[in-house]
Protein backbone atom coordinates (compact mmCIF):
# COMPACT_ATOMS: atom_id res chain seq x y z
CA UNK A 1 0.00 0.00 0.00
CA UNK A 2 1.70 3.55 -1.15
CA UNK A 3 0.54 6.30 1.20
CA UNK A 4 -1.18 6.40 4.64
CA UNK A 5 -4.52 4.64 5.18
CA UNK A 6 -7.05 7.32 5.77
CA UNK A 7 -10.39 4.56 5.40
CA UNK A 8 -10.81 5.18 9.42
CA UNK A 9 -10.40 8.81 9.66
CA UNK A 10 -13.42 9.04 6.86
CA UNK A 11 -15.74 6.77 9.23
CA UNK A 12 -15.62 8.49 11.94
CA UNK A 13 -16.17 12.12 10.22
CA UNK A 14 -19.51 10.20 8.39
CA UNK A 15 -20.02 8.65 12.02
CA UNK A 16 -19.99 12.36 13.68
CA UNK A 17 -21.97 13.58 10.43
CA UNK A 18 -24.60 11.06 11.22
CA UNK A 19 -24.88 11.96 14.75
CA UNK A 20 -25.07 14.96 14.19
CA UNK A 21 -28.25 15.24 11.84
CA UNK A 22 -29.73 12.56 13.99
CA UNK A 23 -29.57 15.20 17.20
CA UNK A 24 -30.76 18.19 14.46
CA UNK A 25 -33.82 15.18 13.50
CA UNK A 26 -34.97 14.42 16.90
CA UNK A 27 -34.14 18.14 18.43
CA UNK A 28 -36.85 19.35 15.16
CA UNK A 29 -39.53 16.36 15.51
CA UNK A 30 -39.67 17.50 19.29
CA UNK A 31 -39.48 20.91 19.08
CA UNK A 32 -40.90 22.25 15.80
CA UNK A 33 -44.73 21.41 16.27
CA UNK A 34 -44.45 23.51 19.50
CA UNK A 35 -42.14 26.72 18.26
CA UNK A 36 -44.34 26.57 14.52
CA UNK A 37 -47.69 26.61 16.56
CA UNK A 38 -46.50 29.58 19.05
CA UNK A 39 -44.84 31.56 15.74
CA UNK A 40 -47.83 33.91 14.91
CA UNK A 41 -48.48 35.23 18.75
CA UNK A 42 -45.17 35.72 18.62
CA UNK A 43 -44.59 37.92 16.25
CA UNK A 44 -47.53 39.64 17.25
CA UNK A 45 -46.03 40.56 20.15
CA UNK A 46 -42.41 41.59 18.93
CA UNK A 47 -44.81 43.65 16.03
CA UNK A 48 -46.08 45.48 19.09
CA UNK A 49 -43.04 46.12 21.10
CA UNK A 50 -41.25 47.27 18.30
CA UNK A 51 -43.99 48.89 16.09
CA UNK A 52 -44.33 47.75 12.39
CA UNK A 53 -42.36 50.24 10.15
CA UNK A 54 -44.12 49.71 7.20
CA UNK A 55 -46.04 52.24 5.40
CA UNK A 56 -49.78 50.72 5.46
CA UNK A 57 -52.21 51.82 2.74
CA UNK A 58 -51.48 53.63 -1.16
CA UNK A 59 -51.41 56.94 -2.08
CA UNK A 60 -53.70 59.59 -0.93
CA UNK A 61 -55.90 61.80 -3.92
CA UNK A 62 -54.53 64.78 -2.68
CA UNK A 63 -50.39 64.82 -2.39
CA UNK A 64 -49.29 66.18 1.55
CA UNK A 65 -46.07 66.64 3.45
CA UNK A 66 -46.41 63.56 5.11
CA UNK A 67 -47.08 61.54 1.94
CA UNK A 68 -44.20 63.60 -0.11
CA UNK A 69 -41.65 62.59 2.80
CA UNK A 70 -42.86 59.17 3.26
CA UNK A 71 -42.39 58.86 -0.82
CA UNK A 72 -39.12 60.10 -1.15
CA UNK A 73 -38.36 58.50 2.25
CA UNK A 74 -36.50 61.47 3.90
CA UNK A 75 -37.99 64.17 6.34
CA UNK A 76 -40.76 66.54 4.71
CA UNK A 77 -38.25 69.48 6.24
CA UNK A 78 -35.27 68.25 4.30
CA UNK A 79 -32.73 70.41 1.97
CA UNK A 80 -33.09 71.60 -1.44
CA UNK A 81 -29.84 69.70 -2.18
CA UNK A 82 -31.21 66.34 -0.25
CA UNK A 83 -34.63 66.89 -2.17
CA UNK A 84 -32.58 66.95 -5.78
CA UNK A 85 -29.93 63.94 -4.31
CA UNK A 86 -32.49 61.37 -3.00
CA UNK A 87 -35.17 61.94 -6.22
CA UNK A 88 -32.06 61.50 -8.38
CA UNK A 89 -31.46 58.10 -7.24
CA UNK A 90 -35.29 57.29 -7.09
CA UNK A 91 -35.62 58.28 -10.38
CA UNK A 92 -32.55 56.28 -11.46
CA UNK A 93 -34.11 52.86 -10.20
CA UNK A 94 -37.74 53.42 -10.94
CA UNK A 95 -37.60 54.84 -14.19
CA UNK A 96 -39.72 53.76 -16.88
CA UNK A 97 -37.29 53.51 -19.80
CA UNK A 98 -35.89 51.15 -17.30
CA UNK A 99 -38.53 48.96 -16.64
CA UNK A 100 -39.61 51.07 -14.00
CA UNK A 101 -43.31 51.96 -12.86
CA UNK A 102 -44.89 54.95 -15.07
CA UNK A 103 -47.33 55.54 -12.17
CA UNK A 104 -44.56 55.64 -9.09
CA UNK A 105 -42.29 57.90 -11.23
CA UNK A 106 -45.61 60.36 -11.24
CA UNK A 107 -45.54 60.03 -7.82
CA UNK A 108 -41.99 60.71 -7.10
CA UNK A 109 -41.75 63.33 -9.17
CA UNK A 110 -44.77 64.73 -7.62
CA UNK A 111 -43.27 64.32 -4.13
CA UNK A 112 -40.35 65.93 -5.49
CA UNK A 113 -42.07 68.74 -6.79
CA UNK A 114 -44.15 69.09 -3.48
CA UNK A 115 -40.97 69.43 -1.17
CA UNK A 116 -39.10 71.91 -3.18
CA UNK A 117 -42.66 73.97 -3.23
CA UNK A 118 -42.49 74.07 0.54
CA UNK A 119 -38.94 74.43 0.90
CA UNK A 120 -39.30 77.81 -1.58
CA UNK A 121 -42.07 79.21 0.74
Do not use: C
Request: glycine fraction near 14%.
Amino acid sequence: MLGPDLSSGINAEYGAAGLALLGVGFVGSRYGPRIKNSWPKMEKQLQGLIGDSRYKGGFQSDMDKYEAGKILGISSNSSQKRIKDVHKKLMFQNHPDRGGSPYLATKINEAKDYLEKQANQ
